[in-house]
């Protein structure tokens, strides 16, 4: 399971992925950057052509970078994403992972009818880009089954090897019509086993709970931006813990960590903890902001690897009932596991 971390071409820092930056994480192999903030800056976009993205980015090539194509931006933006220039982006650029120009999000408040807009646009650009290494996006919606069918029938699609999956994260966050958790769980399952063999990406996610949704049901890479995110609004993840602030960033006040919570932080391994401590997470301005987001991004990717440690060793579900302090996001992992199980028995076939 490949974290592929968000980042933005307004502000680099902190410069993850650069050994020579005090903020280095040895283990991140993957950053995504948008379309969108190119499209913005047209001599930006002019400059990564030029140089490819990683010269210009001067990101180390064992690190894979993931075009992300700004679908959220461009969205309800008149003419959207001009295919062309992103195609032309894509063959100069040389991103390492790139979706199709454009995929049509399905939010839950949306009918049945426009849903299915969505998805017909969205075919539509998938079959336009089938060719040339173009991932082809399907979403999760009360149309997943008619995605999957088209999907299983165009012969081009059926063979691509990667495919992108989003359209999680509005009915994650509860949205008013949010499909209920035990669909979304039945559709990720779905997805997984048709896509077989396939790399899947799934489209932003990152708080605890959905990491080790996506170890379970065994994605292959999802991005996050939330490490950046969270650090901007003064708050730090915590392995197996929700979210706690610990910087007071004006008006927006959220739950403070406790004596323990305190504690684990004090001790935190991270390269900014180890060089800069408690103080360091609780400063203000680019500082604080570099210390908390490389604290936050070294923990997605530790979580992560314990998750997939766990799983491969069969002890996942000792260690998740201990580990997961949040009973809701345990109920919801005790469910996942159900629905897993449950597959493997010979006579759910
Ligand atoms: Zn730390």
Redesign the pocket.
């Known amino acids: 399971m490949e974290v592929v971390a968000g980042i933005s071409l307004k502000n680099l820092k902190p410069r993850v992925w650069d050994p020579a930056s005090p903020y280095y994480l040895p283990d991140l192999t993957a950053i995504m950057v948008s379309y969108a903030d190119f499209h913005r800056s047209p001599s930006q976009r002019r400059a990564a052509m030029e140089q490819t993205l990683h010269a210009y980015l001067g990101v180390p090539h064992h690190i894979r970078i993931y075009l992300d194509n700004g679908a959220f931006y461009f969205l309800g933006r008149d003419g959207g994403v001009p295919r062309n220039e992103y195609e032309e982006f894509v063959q100069a650029a040389k991103p390492d992972w790139y979706p199709i120009p454009q995929d049509f999000i399905p939010t839950p408040t949306m009918d049945d009818e426009a849903q299915l807009s969505c998805l017909r646009r969205t075919m539509e650009m998938n079959i336009a880009f089938e060719h040339n290494g173009f991932v082809p996006v399907m979403h999760i919606s009360r149309h997943l089954a008619t995605y999957i069918d088209e999907f299983s029938k165009n012969q081009q699609l059926a063979q691509k090897d990667r495919v992108a999956l989003g359209g999680i994260v509005p009915n994650l966050l509860r949205k008013p019509r949010a499909m209920p958790y035990a669909n979304i769980l039945k559709s990720l399952r779905q997805v997984r086993h048709v896509l077989a063999g396939k790399h899947l990406h799934v489209f932003g996610l990152g708080g605890t709970a959905t990491l080790h949704l996506a170890g379970l049901f065994q994605i292959d890479s999802f991005d996050s931006a939330g490490w950046r995110n969270r650090a901007a609004r003064g708050i730090v993840q915590l392995p197996g813990r929700g979210d706690r602030t610990v910087a007071n960033m004006g008006s927006w006040r959220g739950r403070e960590p406790d004596d323990k919570e305190w504690a684990i ?1 004090a001790s ?1 391994p ?1 390269p ?2 180890q060089q800069f401590g408690v103080e360091g ?1 609780k400063m203000n301005k680019i500082k604080g902001f570099c210390n908390r987001a490389t ?1 936050n991004l ?2 997605l990717l530790q979580e992560a690897q314990a998750i997939q440690i766990h799983l491969e060793a069969q002890t996942y579900r000792d260690w998740y009932h201990s580990h997961v302090e949040n009973s809701i996001y345990r109920a919801l992992l005790r469910d996942s596991l159900m629905l897993i199980e449950q597959e493997s028995l010979p006579a759910s076939n």
Request: hydrophobic share 55%; charged share 0%; glycine share 0%.
């Open positions: 932080l935190c991270c900014a903890c997470l604290h070294w923990i």
